[in-house]
DNA sequence: AATGAATGAGATTTCATTCAT
DNA sequence: TATGAATGAAATCTCATTCAT
């Protein structure tokens, strides 16, 4: 019999605080509050994180492997074709906020206080498409003016703004709707046209 | 101590607000610091604005309305030709961010508590941005597939994530860079390719 | 032709302060609040009384001059009969609560703050009530062995009492039964049983 | 400093909050005096009670058991004799005035802010009286001409308003005057005469 | 005399964190 | 490890009063 209550509580309160940052926003939330609704102890909390932005933190590193796994398991299954490629990565990111909606906020949101946050998040997808753009260049499929850094960027700061938006009322547009803007506006959607 | 002059403390109050929410973030500022800042009582200060979202919901107003003026102008003094109309809206975008960073990051940023605010906020630029696709898509101008109101959504979206990042560290790039980056991943600027 | 503004203000001040604390009590209402609804300054508020409390005072001696006037008048009126006299005392302290509600509550009512001051409001009417039991009792009218001192205070207390519960809702009671229950039940009504 | 006796700190915040609201009255102290005098940090007042009046509120709650349950025993104590009933009722409350005399003015004095209240506080009492009124009215002992619920009313009022007066300064009276004012004036005991 | 913006002491309330059990 | 009562620094907000105009 594995552990039962040990990594029982640990799982509730990262469960409790995602629920709770989601629905309230990372200010408006606090510890006692979280360990409420996992149903445990204050005490508790603060025997598995040493305050309540570590819980988060987690929370965040969980979502962005989350992310990170569904893109590479997109390209791996795309071939060899950057089209196919293009619309994998995106049709894995709308599916992963689709499925993970609370998650996708939380760390993509506009929630967290002070700033610079947003950057470092992204950063770390901004640089394999980046890269991936200027492999495309050098194939001449993507425009050679364009600055594959900001270009990378850009296109970040587009799926994010527009899946948090999304999230905020799923009635707004199909998921394949999104997945067919995104595409269009890609910057390695351009040269197609 | 004197009262100071007339509309005086009410102005300081603002512009407190608007460095001391820049620089922390607003859940990280208190009415007293501003208040303290404003050189102003903390009385004053609830004589001005019932509380602290007030005082950001009018810099928010401002801003809004200043990012509008700079882009309506640029769109008269541009002409009739769509490109340049686009380019010209994109360079009074860039412009005001860069003339205002503090009110752009405190307006568009990451910082309010709460879901569902940002939507609100752009959603005002949204729409006459949505009207130009479409008539552009009738003109045969830009991609007749592209949902115009997620295209314009989706562009939005990018804007504000550049110019955020952007001033969280202006050697990222130099304004002219932003522009041309805007300009060709702009729903309507890839026809013109 | 009188001063227009001058006394103007005062009574105006005056008026508000009433129905304010008729309405809310007195803790829970302030001088800027009073002198908005005089429609008149703060510091014309500060001009005419030292402080809330000072215009509370004189609200409160105006009612007490009040009730004493009419108490007094009906006793003129009411003839040498002791029983016509105590009938008419109370009819007048009635018919001064109805035509007076808002200053009889303010008065008497249970919203002073700090202890002891029912008591000295009281005093005033009690002394010649004992010694109307007094004379009464000189004259077997009244059981002698009633300590007149404390049966004033009771009788006064009852009265008090009763008005207030009434003004809370007149529809508990016609004026005329309460006039009814408080004879029957008034020291001096006793004898005549 | 180490955490005293489990249901210990409730206790002595009630009891503080006993005294000084019997010192003060209501309005003129605070939850910091509160738990000062309690000897107790204010974090741990809030963790007990909403607020100051939720602390009043069951206050007040065990002073009217309390006043009850000494008139019950009473009544119980007293035999069949209408006569006895009343005498013992009335010694009861009494007693409970003065043993409590800080129970008894936070209860029932003139403290609360808010009209409305002495009312409900009193009704409980109101409702047993006057049907005890009226059975003695239909066994010829009670002036049938007396509104049983009007009666009741005003001999709580007086039986409350003399006890408030005699605790502001209890060399006013000895208890059994008291006792013996209260009898001779109570409802019931009129039709002796 | 009338005005009302400015003031700041003080009251209320929250919440991250500790620690004895 | 788990618990949760206790804590107090800090934030929000009120309001009586002043004073320059």
Redesign the pocket.
Known sequence: MPRP??ED?RDRLLAAGLSLFAQRGME?V???TIAKRAK?????F???FP??YALLRELELRTLAGVRAARVAALEGAGPDPAAQVRGSIEAAVGFAAAHPEAYRVTFGRERAGAGHHGPVVTESARPLANALRRLQSRGRVDPRLDPELGARAYLAMEVGMLLWWLEDRKRAEPGQLVETLVRLHPAGRAAA
């Open positions: 209550k040990l509580a408006r606090n510890s006692n445990v102890g204050i005490g508790t603060y025997n598995h305050d309540k």
